[in-house]
């Protein structure tokens, strides 16, 4: 073999190694809107990851690449790398219900502790489902939209039709206040609200707001009763795969964009209500002490039914003092 022909097999060689580590593009699904704190904490990831240099990522908002249920699905099967869950988790492992008790999270200070001194608990819990949890960002704290009568306390809502996720627990409160619970893919509401097929809907005001809600419902209660944590999930067997490199960055930014979520929706909660009822829509402050006075069985129940589960709630309650 002459000169020219081995400096030619080393050039190729370097390029086949170059290509071989060009950053890899990365898909991201979730299901908001434009405009939703979905969006802007997917974007805010997308061009933290970007500016490292060591991978790309493609965000799909909108539920374009599915429903919760299916994107899951599809991070198992490697055909997405991250997608948004929320309170769908708590169908994929039962110790994410508990963040289907109401009033349990007192603040986002009080999620920030959960996060920190508690993150082990969700991680393992998403591991032995084959899933990976990178980071703890936000759906944020639920408030109740319908078209019947404002909600001012439980009884309120008896019979109401109100959409609900595909949680048991979340089905599960709203019956034992009286709601009629309907689950549902965020995707499929507001033609169910338009149309008369549901009577409401709960979400955080990011999720109303940018979902155009305020366009199809008449009253807006700020019952705050569910704070809904959001994780940038991708499979245990994807994470497994990527280089060192390629984890870091992503680790990094999803960690990160944590806190950028947390900031965000504090900040759109204070700007949205009036922008809902610029709307036209009716905005009323529920009795939250009513509220918690009938979650009591609710609680009772998840401490007896799920392994762990009263540890969980003592917990998580007791990382509260302070905030």
Known sequence: MNYRTLMLGVAAAALLGSAARAEPT???GHVGDPGSLYEATANHFAECVAATGKAKVETYGSSQLGTDEEMLQKLKLGQIAFSIPSSVMSSVAPTFGVFEMPYLIKSRDHMRKVRDDMRSTFVDAADAKGYQILGFWENGFRNVTN???PINVPADLEGIKLRTP???????MFQ????????MSFSEVFTALKTGVIDGQENPLAQIYSGKFQEVQKYLSMTGH???PAYLVTSARQWKGWDDEVKTAVQDCATKASDFAYKTSAQMDDDLVGKIKEAGVTVNDADKDAFIKASKPIYEQFGKEVDG???LIDDIQALSSGT
């Open 26 to 28: 990365l898909k991201l």
């Open 147 to 149: 078209n019947v009568r």
């Open 166 to 172: 595909k949680g048991e627990w979340r089905v599960k």
């Open 176 to 183: 034992s206040y009286g709601a009629n619970p309907t689950p």
């Open 226 to 228: 569910v704070y809904s």
């Open 309 to 311: 589960g009263q540890k």
